[in-house]
């Protein structure tokens, strides 16, 4: 059965461990069976330090849309899209081509949205530095 994961959630969620969790139990980690589109990948320069860039946002969130239906095409069985997707219309265009592809796919709300105590946790444990006040903003901007 080829599966699509799209994961939604706050920055320091947990959504990266996540998709490597669920790709071990799937595919017990094959890397040959499964695809992580994150965008975030792609702000990772040559020596592998992560430089965020507003401005090359739209750019990068289309590497990975076509990335995503890159490992569609290709028929791996399982793709993960590990972004933030706040708002539904993030990654409605990848729950189609999915669909339309023949997946079968789930979302997934990765942490607790709404919980201030848990932002608060979310914004320390963040691998990219997302001050408190926009992991805040995201939360309550969050569509369900």
């Not at 890397?31 to 792609?42: F, G, H, I, L």
């Not at 069985?77 to 669909?99: G, H, M, R, S």
């Not at 530095?129 to 309550?140: E, F, T």
Request: charged share 25%; with cysteine; glycine share 4%.
């Amino acid at each position: 059965m080829k599966q699509v994961f799209i994961l939604r959630g706050l920055p320091g969620s947990g959504k990266s461990y996540y998709a490597q969790s669920l790709a071990d139990e799937l595919v017990a980690g094959n890397e040959s069976d499964y695809v992580v589109c994150a965008t975030d990948d792609y702000f990772y320069n040559s020596e592998g330090v992560y430089q965020f860039d507003k401005f090359k946002l739209p750019e990068y969130h289309n590497l990975n849309l076509a990335r995503f239906i890159n490992a569609l095409a290709e028929e791996i069985p399982l793709v993960i899209v590990d972004n933030t997707n706040i708002k539904k219309w993030e990654f409605i265009a990848y729950a189609q081509a999915a669909t339309a592809l023949g997946y079968q796919v789930k979302e997934v709300i990765v942490g607790e949205i709404k919980d201030k105590s848990l932002q608060h946790l979310y914004a320390k444990r963040c691998e990219h530095k997302v001050p408190l006040r926009m992991i805040s903003k995201m939360a309550y901007m969050f569509e369900w």
